[in-house]
């Protein structure tokens, strides 16, 4: 009751805010401090992230606000620390980089720290390697200050190609002094993507609980998805059904549904078929939670695509050509036509002829070559038809998964 509470009183500040903002003149906005107009735009991005996604237009208002005042200040404002640290939290917000070198140009009495300045330059100019050990420190200098997240958040992308697991630091710190913001929120996710590149999947695992609890209905919630169904499908031994479902039961049931919905599908392109079908019956089972508004004909299909290698082939190939093709997308449909021909060429039957009439030919040949041993297979197992006839399905089935990939490239990836 508290949070809905909560969310109904930063709402209908946010519409009044943006109500009144839309009818101000830039002489009013000229007359406040950076400072001031950097507060609102840090509730406005916080509140976006918690899911307030009208947020968005008054954010785009009052960066482009922040970016005048900044330009068309005085250069002494920036005497006062708050509206120089406005400045570096302005940039690292989604600011223009442009404007920050303006600003440095002019700054003959030194108010910004020529250290930030140059690190931040170099950040945003795609040279953040070379300002690695640099930022690093500063983080640690301005920890606790109002840039200090903002600092670490940026230490943590800059290390992360050549070490996530000092990334893995910063964004701990970052998530730490900054809870329920938007710093928390990206360094969630890219907590995530760290966590994942050094094999931890337990971390990474933690961190997408985190997520799903705190900023669900963020508008950068579908990167999350992205991640995770990744995390999901690749680490599927390590990670486990149990902590897929612990992820999935945090979200209502329509993104849940959706969620395994994706990671069956890429778990069937990927021939993982236990954790597709698995996923497959899991977002079945949501359906009588979506009051038939679920997709039930979805998880029909990655159900049945998920046991075509299984040893009733036969009666899933029926099964797959009963599924209607009305509302599958044109990738679904794809995916379904691929299924079928693997499916059939599975139960398709075997030639042996030719190899029966090879064979008659060399037994009538000579008792000799019968009774004498051929030491060239000595110590081997000559295949028989079933063994040969199981390497070819195992051979088509390879064939058919990567055909299955080719085609899923070629078509667009589904929203969250």
Not at 173 to 194: H, K, M
Not at 296 to 317: C, D, M, R, T
Not at 319 to 326: M, T, V
Request: aromatic share 6%.
């Amino acid at each position: 009751m508290f949070a809905r509470r909560h969310w109904f009183v930063r709402s209908t500040f946010l519409a009044a805010a943006l109500a009144a903002g839309t009818v101000e003149t830039r002489a009013q906005d000229q007359s406040l401090d950076a400072y001031k107009i950097l507060r609102s735009l840090q509730f406005v991005q916080d509140s976006l992230v918690l899911g307030d996604h009208s947020a968005s237009d008054l954010q785009r208002y009052l960066l482009d606000s922040l970016d005048q005042r900044l330009r068309s200040a005085d250069n002494g404002t920036l005497a006062d620390t708050r509206n120089a640290d406005a400045v570096f939290v302005y940039v690292m917000s989604g600011g223009n980089p442009a404007t920050l070198n303006f600003l440095a140009s002019r700054d003959t009495q030194g108010y910004l720290d020529a250290r930030v300045v140059n690190v931040l330059q170099k950040y945003l100019d795609g040279r953040g390697a070379q300002v690695a050990s640099s930022i690093a420190s500063l983080s640690e200098e301005y920890q606790g200050s109002p840039i200090g997240p903002y600092l670490n958040l940026v230490a943590g992308n800059v290390n992360y190609p050549t070490d996530p697991t000092a990334a893995l630091i910063f964004y701990d710190r970052t998530r730490v002094d900054a809870p329920g913001t938007i710093l928390e929120e990206a360094a969630l996710r890219r907590s995530i993507v760290a966590a994942a590149g050094i094999k931890d999947v337990d971390r990474a695992h933690g961190y997408s609980v985190r997520y799903a609890r705190r900023f669900l209905h963020s508008p950068y919630a579908s990167q999350f998805a992205d991640l995770f169904v990744d995390l999901a499908v690749t680490n599927d031994a390590a990670l486990g059904h149990e902590r897929i479902s612990e992820v999935a039961a945090l979200m209502d049931p329509d993104r849940a549904q959706e969620l395994y919905l994706r990671i069956s599908r890429l778990a069937t392109l990927k021939g993982k078929f236990e954790l597709a079908s698995y996923t497959a019956e899991e977002a079945r089972k949501l359906n009588g939670a979506l009051s038939g508004k679920g997709r039930e004909v979805l998880s029909g299909l990655y159900e049945h695509i998920a046991k075509v290698p299984s040893p009733n082939v036969s009666e899933v190939v029926d099964q797959l050509s009963s599924i209607s093709r009305e509302g599958l997308s044109d990738r679904d449909r794809a995916l379904l036509d691929a299924a079928q021909r693997v499916g059939e060429e599975i139960v398709r039957p075997v030639n042996v002829s030719s190899d029966a009439a090879a064979t008659d030919t060399n037994d009538n040949n000579s008792e000799t070559a019968a009774a004498t041993p051929d030491p060239t297979t000595a110590g081997s197992v000559v295949p028989n038809a079933s063994t040969a006839t199981n390497a070819a399905v195992d051979d088509f089935v390879t064939q058919g998964r990567n055909k299955l990939g080719d085609i899923d490239s070629l078509l667009a990836e589904g929203e969250w």
